[in-house]
């Protein structure tokens, strides 16, 4: 089974943060190192496959899907879509970020646009679709998604679970190669995190490729072909969910999902 996405050696820093003497006159402390978000990290994706990442917060789990999506820059490491190193500067990231598909823990829906706009917008300015076939295809997905009666409702209108639900039709209107789900439930109630689940359980078993951060262990159980848990910016542990999840070899891992059940 071939590759969709390799990374290999991804490293990324950023900056300490300034410290200012304040209003006490007392000299300024050292200047601390940069903090290492991502610490060599190599992983694939196959196609057809879903790869679940978890860890702590401040484990790198975001950053490393946002360094995939090229919304952040690597300082060392490949990051190879398809064979293609898409980390290299020369390229169009526009053109790269197209052949995926992103939702973050936040919906970003623009709340001035009805939902079938928000769901368009990609399809109409990166695409270049015509109007009418971005709706007709817009149209299509949110029924998918079961909100084929809310393509006229503004964001505010929706509630938290649709609102996300809307958030994931427009990532996957273009057929995107590559999905990319980022603690997606996180900002739910809990009574709407299931509807999410759901949804995201039968992309999977659509054969959809999907790279998904989650806090979510039961769903990690339901749906990942491979769990990855980060630590200190490192691929800890990995394996399937029954090895990673049911039977943890490394002691950070053991750590990590005793303290989520106590």
Do not use: W
Not at 120 to 138: C, G, I
Not at 228 to 233: A, I, M, P, S, V
């Amino acid at each position: 089974m071939s590759h969709l996405l390799s990374l290999r050696g991804v490293r990324k820093t950023y900056p300490a943060p300034s410290r200012g003497t304040g209003r006490d006159r007392r000299p300024p402390e050292p200047p601390a190192g940069p903090r290492v978000v991502l610490d060599g990290i190599d992983l694939d994706v196959d196609r057809h496959r879903c790869v679940v990442l978890v860890g702590a917060s401040g484990s790198g789990k975001s950053t490393l899907l946002r360094v995939v999506n090229l919304l952040d820059d690597v300082d060392d490491g490949e990051i190879l879509l398809d064979g293609q190193d898409v980390a290299d500067p020369r390229l169009d990231a526009n053109a790269v970020r197209a052949r995926m598909g992103m939702v973050f823990q936040a919906y970003n829906l623009f709340p001035h646009m009805r939902v079938l706009d928000n769901v368009t917008l990609a399809s109409r300015l990166v695409h270049r679709r015509s109007k009418e076939d971005a709706e007709v295809a817009a149209v299509a997905m949110l029924r998918r998604v079961g909100l084929g009666h809310k393509a006229t409702a503004y964001p505010d209108q929706l509630s938290g679970g649709e609102q996300q639900r809307a958030a994931i039709a427009r990532a996957l209107v273009n057929e995107p190669e590559l999905l990319l789900l980022d603690e997606v439930t996180s900002a739910l109630d809990p009574e709407l995190v299931g509807e999410v689940l759901d949804l995201l359980a039968d992309l999977r078993a659509e054969g959809r490729t999907m790279l998904v951060a989650t806090h979510e262990m039961g769903f990690a159980r339901r749906v990942a072909d491979e769990v990855c848990f980060l630590h200190d910016g490192r691929v800890h542990e990995r394996g399937t969910p029954e090895q990673v999840l049911g039977d943890p070899q490394r002691t950070r891992t053991q750590e990590f999902l005793r303290r989520l059940t106590s």
